[in-house]
């Protein structure tokens, strides 16, 4: 039997669905029974009757899975799939800023421990940030976390006065303005999509073609027409990019932009997981009860 038929019977036989992010290795994606960005990920498994969910992600989208659907049996393969991002702000600190700003209303990004959610008013993902953000009551102050370069394009987008915490991707923010100039450089007339956590993005994202989420992403390879599209995300995405539409050449605005977090999980991991349980991801439930109110305004916006 094959790595896959094993992991297709052991699906069956666990009652499990396996959600995969469009970062995850091209094999893992491959197999699963939905791949997706973080928004479309949190609402099927939200939405999830099966005994088991195992998350080919990163620990908060297992998290965060474990939050919005808690009866049922979270696997993460890898406990080494962290987030870069997701560490920059802690429980604590955000305590500490919110004590500064008495009263703000507090937006944190999905990738945040389920901690820092339950300090949150609302989540959001690149997909619904503006969104979300829109929804503010007008002239109530507003703190956002952590990604500053999200939060700068939130800012710009929506013209709401915001405060930034100081976090960043460490996979985008390398994407910055030099790194643009020479991939444009290099591939003359292409278009760029970018994701809103690259790096600089004040000078970086008005000059891109679109910002979008990874879903976003997906949508557009699926209509564009261009014979060449310059992509300012994690290199896994193009996986899904290019066998949507062979005809259009999808190239890395940098070869060189991996999460490592995002490739800790392998088959054997997957198969490893179905077949031990393991590794089951649980929340203390007075934390899950408060950030799943965070979590559900962030799917309902
Ligand atoms: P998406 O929600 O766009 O999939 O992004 C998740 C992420 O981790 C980006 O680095
Ligand atoms: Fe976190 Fe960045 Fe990796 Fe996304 S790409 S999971 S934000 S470290």
New binding site residues.
Partial sequence: MTLAEEIRTLKEERDAVLLA???QRPEVQDIADFV??????SRKAMESDRSVIVFA??RF?AETAKILNPRRTVLLPDLKAG?G?ADAITAEQLRAWKAEHPGAFVVAY??TSAEVKAEADVCC???NALKVVQQVEPGREILFLPDMFLGDYVRRKTGRAMHLWVGD?P??AKLRPETLARARAEHPGAPVVA???CGCASQVLPEVDRV??????VRFAEETRDREVLVA??VG?LHRMRRLNPTTRFSALDAEAV?PY?KEIDLEDVRDALARLQYRIEVDPEVAGKARRALERMVAA
């Fill in positions: 992010h469009n970062y997706g960005d973080s928004l479309y990920l992600g990163v989208m987030c991002l999905i990738n993902t690149s997909s991707c996979v985008h994701h809103p956590e979008l989420s990874t879903d976003g992403m995300t994690e995405i999460c995002m």
